[in-house]
């Protein structure tokens, strides 16, 4: 694996920035991780589950459009199992109790993928790397994407704007019956070797795999038939795909974040935290639907800064980033809506694909949207 190195703390900005953070959780004597709301979001979303798949596979509705719109919705509650209940869980700030934590970082397994495979290609390589192209692993996709200005330009590219949400359409399908093969058998992401693979995580990942595929596709072939079940299972993956994509995408491929190029060893010029406000951007903080149902994933910035913090205390600590990047003259990349950020990911696609654009595009000229 290359080499990134970061540079040293070279301002009191983090330090001052966290000792504010933990002042706020002292002054109030509250835990750093979920709370009662986390909870209540948690019975309603797999309870959801469990009610539309007993609904669809058991009771089966008549009409065939009503049939699709559960699985869409079905589609739209895995995406949000994974944004509020696996995402806080599996970076520890679900709950104090570490059990618990691991129980519910865990309904990774019961959505059909592997826990264990995310904590390094999600925790690690994209947390620690953040848009170093060759690194990290949610800006190394399929080479039909080109994501960031570093990577090699295809033909193909100048039309990935508008085939990209097929491919996203794709992506929970290909992610759960490829990706996560490739994983296992490599025992790798990207270039990171898989530690601490034990026997018990291969028996959880086949258990996991052999589970799903019972429970998604053999048992509802059996019940329903074989062409309802894979029409059903492709509105459902693709809803969820696309969910899952594009969400995490509006933080990281937007026009106002930068990249760098970690295909060699590489020395970040900024240190660790300041590489995070300048790769990662927020959408729609002052929407509180937003932020309900996608488990505070519009506040990554404060998310990149404190992942052990959970999600339900974003928005009182987004006001204390704010106020230290304003102190120490460091720009907050933040959209005000999510479709201003949806459109800035699709525009930084064309950027992307547009060959007579890539090889002068810089961040630098970009428009930084600064709260």
Not at 25 to 34: D, P, S, Y
Not at 213 to 234: D, F
Request: proline fraction near 3%; glycine fraction near 4%.
């Amino acid at each position: 694996m290359q080499k990134v190195t970061f540079k040293s703390n070279s301002n009191a900005f983090y330090s001052t920035l966290r000792r504010d953070v933990e002042q706020y959780f002292e002054n109030r004597k509250v835990a750093k991780t979920g709370n009662y709301k986390l909870y209540i979001k948690t019975v309603t979303f797999l309870s959801l589950s469990v009610i539309f798949y007993v609904w669809l596979v058991f009771f089966t509705p008549a009409s065939a459009w009503l049939s699709v719109l559960l699985c869409a919705l079905m589609g739209l509650n895995t995406a949000f199992i994974g944004f509020n209940v696996m995402h806080d869980a599996s970076h520890g700030s679900y709950s104090t109790n570490s059990t618990l934590c691991n129980v519910m970082a865990h309904t990774m397994n019961y959505l059909g993928s592997s826990a264990f495979f995310w904590n390094t290609k999600h925790n690690v390589l994209h947390h620690t790397y953040t848009n170093i192209d060759g690194v990290d692993s949610d800006i190394v996709q399929t080479k039909l994407l080109r994501l960031a200005p570093t990577q090699q330009w295809r033909p193909l590219h100048r039309f990935q704007h508008i085939y990209s949400i097929f491919l996203y359409a794709l992506s929970h399908v290909v992610w759960l019956f490829y990706n996560d093969f490739e994983k296992y058998f490599s025992q790798k992401v990207l270039d990171m070797p898989l530690r601490n693979f034990t026997t018990k995580e291969h028996i959880i990942f086949w258990a996991t795999k052999i589970s799903y595929i019972s429970l998604y596709l053999i048992l509802p072939i059996y019940m329903v038939g074989l062409v309802p079940t894979l029409v059903g299972y492709a509105v459902l993956s693709a809803v969820c795909g696309i969910t899952l994509t594009v969400v995490f995408q509006l933080a990281h491929v937007v026009e106002i974040t930068e990249f760098e190029d970690g295909n060699e060893d590489i020395e970040i010029e900024n240190e660790w935290a300041i590489h995070q406000l300048n790769t990662t951007a927020n959408f729609a903080t002052n929407n509180k639907i937003v932020s309900w149902f996608l488990g505070g994933l519009n506040f990554q910035v404060e998310h990149h800064l404190f992942p052990k913090i959970s999600h339900v205390h974003y928005p009182e600590i987004q006001k204390i980033v704010q106020e230290n990047c304003a102190k120490h003259n460091i720009p907050y990349r933040t959209f005000p809506t999510m479709t201003e950020a949806v459109v800035s990911h699709f525009r930084m696609l064309k950027i992307m694909g547009a060959q007579a654009q890539f090889a002068s595009y810089s961040t630098t000229n970009s428009t930084t949207s600064v709260a």
